[in-house]
């Protein structure tokens, strides 16, 4: 029987994002590292890019 992480980081390998396993403790902040090579990030902690796209483009209008 597959583990949730090995179905993790199956869908993984054929594209689709996993943060939301992260999210709903499917697998650990580690695992996400193991499995992506990279540092999970969370949504709370990271600024959106249509923040950052409207502030900039407010400067531009000034």
Known sequence: MMTDFDFVKTIYSWG???????VYHTITK??????T???YADASTST???ASEST???ASQA
């Not at 580690?30 to 499995?35: A, G, L, P, V």
């Open 16 to 22: 689709f994002p996993i943060d939301c396993y992260v």
């Open 30 to 35: 580690d695992q996400y590292k193991q499995i």
């Open 37 to 39: 090579g990279k540092d």
């Open 48 to 50: 959106s890019a249509g």
């Open 56 to 58: 900039s483009t407010d």
